[in-house]
C-alpha cells in the first residue's frame, strides 16, 4: 500500500453516490442560489445605492456616481464567480489526483509560484502585458507545484497530507523571501504588489475578464476530460491500471488542467487561499464522490462562496472593503483545521 | 577493553563539542567587531574598543556607540532568541521542521504587532507586550486544537500551517490598509529588519533573553529526555506535560519579544538548530551551540544585507534567501530517510 491516509468517513464512501435526480435537483437549487448572489453582489457594495439608481443604471443611459458603481459591479461578480469556480475545480481535481484531503492549490504552492513568476517577470523581464502575466503565472505555478509534489512524495509512505503541508509551507516560505528580496530596491513594483498580494476582485473590467477567459475554458475543459479517469484514480493506481486507465497520462493531464486553472485565477485576481480546499469537500458531502458530478459542482459552489465572500467584504467594512482573499482565509483557515482533525493523522 | 571504547568516544565527542562551541564563540566576537568597525565611515579596532569601553571617540562615539552598537547587540539577541525558541520546538515536537517561523507563532507575534502600529498607533514596549500576548495565545490555540486524545506532532504543525496561513492574510490586509508612508517600516514586519535599532528595544529584548533563556537552560536536561518521548521521560522522572508547558512558554516568549523587536527574521529558528546539531555531534544540549549559531547567521546576514550587494537588503531578505535551499535540502534529506515525517 502506498497511500497512507485514511479518511475517517470511508466506511460510506460507498453509499454516497447519490442518485442522479437528487444531484440535478441540488445543482438547479445551487444555480438558483448563485443567480440570488449575483444579484445581490449587484445591488450591495461599499456605496449604499436606492432601488431607483439601480434600476437606472440599467435601464437608461444615465451616468452618475450610483449608476457607475453599478455598472462597475457586474464585471466584478462575473471575475469573483470565473475565479471562485476554477479554484473550486482546481482544488477538487488536485485532491482527487493526489487522493489528498489537504490538497489546496495554496498548500501545493501554486500561488506562491505563480507571484514569484509574475514578480521576476515584471522586475527583470519587462513584462508587462496582461496575457503575459497570465502565461507566466501559470508556468510557475505548475513549476512550484510540481517542486513540493515532487519533495512532498519522497521517501517512505508517498506524498502524505503530512509531508505535502509542510514542503508547500516550506517553499512558500522561500518564495516569500525571494519576492522581498527582489521587490525591496523596487518601490513602484512593491507598492502595485501589495494590492496584487491579497487577492482581490475588485480591479475587474470587461478586458480583464476577455484576456483571462479563454484559459479558463481550456484548463476546465481539460479537468471534465480527466473526470472519469480521476475516478479510477480513486481506487488506487494498480486498481486503475487493471481498469485499463493509463495512470500517468491521467495524473499529468489532470494536472495541466488544474494548474492552468489556478495559475490563470491568481494572475487576474491574486493569491486567494482555502477555496481549493474548502469546495470539494462541501461537494463531496453533498453530491458524493463520481468526479463527473463533483467538477460541476465545485464550480457552482466554488462561484457561490467568492461571490459571498466578496460581499461580505465590501459590507462589512464600509466605506472600506476587505478584499476576498482575506474573507475566505478568515472563513477557510478554520474549516483546514477541522479537516486536520477529522484525519487520523499517525502518531510520529 | 568495550569500557575503554565508550570513554574514547566519549571523550573525542566531549572535545569535538567543546572545539565547535570555542569555534562558534570567536567566530561571534569576530562578526560582532568587524560589524562595529566597518560602514559609511571605517573605524580601526582600537576606537572601537574604546568607544565599547566607555570612552569618548571623536565620531566614533555617535557612528559606533549610537548607531551600529544598538544594531549588532539587537542582532545578537534576536539571534539567540529566535534561535532557542526554534531548537525548543525542534527538539520537542521531535521534527526540523516544526519551528516556530513555520507553524504560526512568530505570524501570531507579527500580525499582533501590526495591528499594534497600524491600528492602535502605540509604540516601544506596548508593541512587545502586545505580540507576546499575541504569540502566546497562538501558541496555546495551537495546542487546544491539535488536542485530541493527547497532542500528536503532525497534528499540531499541521494545525500550525493552517493559522500561520489565516494570521500571514490578518498581515497582508493590515498592511494594504497601511498609509503608503508607513510601507517600508511595515515591510519589516513581512521580512524582519535590524533597521533603525535603539537602546530602549535592546534593554527590552535583553531582558527578555535573560529571564527566558534561563528557564530554558535550567530545562535543557527535562527537555532532552522529553525527546525519548512522553513514557520512557515520565519513567525516568520528568514531569512531561509540566515541562512541556513551562518550555513552551519560555520558547515562544522567546520568540514573541524578538519578532517585536526586529520582526520576524526568516529562517533563523528554523536553521539554528539543524546547523548546531551538524557542527557540535550527536552529545549534549543543542541549545547553547544553537543560541550561538543563530547569532551569528544574524550578524553575518545583517552585514552582507548592508554591503555586499548594489541596494540594502533587510536581514530577513538575506536569511531568507540563505535559507531557502538549506531548507529544500533538508526536506529531501528527511523524506528520504523517511525518519521523523
Redesign the interface.
Known sequence: MTVTLVRTAAPDDADRRRPVPAILALLLAGAAVLVLAAALSVAFGTRVVGWNDLVSAFTTDADGIAEAAVRQRIPRTLLAMLVGASLGVAGAVLQGLTRNPLADPMILGVTPGASLAVVSGIAFFGLSTATGYIWVAITGAALASAFVYGIGSLGRGGPTPLKLALSGAATTAAFTSLISAILLPRVDVLNSFRFWQVGGVGGATYTKLGQVLPFLIVGALICIACSRGLNSLALGDELATGLGERVMVIRVAAFVGAVTLCGAATAVAGPIAFVGLVVPHVCRLLIGVDHRWLLPSAAMVGALLLTVADVVGRVVARPSEIEVGIVTAIIGAPFFIYVVRKQKVRAL | MSVDVLAAGRTRRAVRRRGALATLVVLVVATFVVTLMVGQTFYPPGDVLRVIAGQTVPGASFTVGELRLPRAVLGVLAGVAFALGGVTFQTM???P?ASP??IGITHGASAAAVFAITVLAVSGAVISLVAVVAALATAMLIYV??F?DGV????L???G??????L???V??L???AA?WD?PAA?RW??GSLNGATWSEVVTLSVAVAAFGALLLSHSRRLDLLQLGDDAASALGVRVERTRVTVIIAAVGLIAFATAATGPI??VAFLSGPIAARLVGPTGSLLVPAALVGALLVLVADLAGQFAF??R??V??V???L???Y??YL??R?????G??
Open positions: 515536537l521531535r521534527n521542521l517561523d513555520i486544537l491539535s485530541k500528536v506532532g503532525t497534528r504543525i499541521l494545525i500551517i493552517g493559522i500561520a496561513a489565516m500571514q492574510s490578518v497582508s490586509y498592511l494594504v490598509r503608503t510601507l515591510m513581512i521580512t526568516a529562517f548594489g541596494s537588503y533587510p530577513g531578505v536569511t531568507g534567501v535559507g531557502a535551499p531548507l529544500v526536506l529531501i528527511t523524506n528520504r530517510a523517511g521523523s515525517l
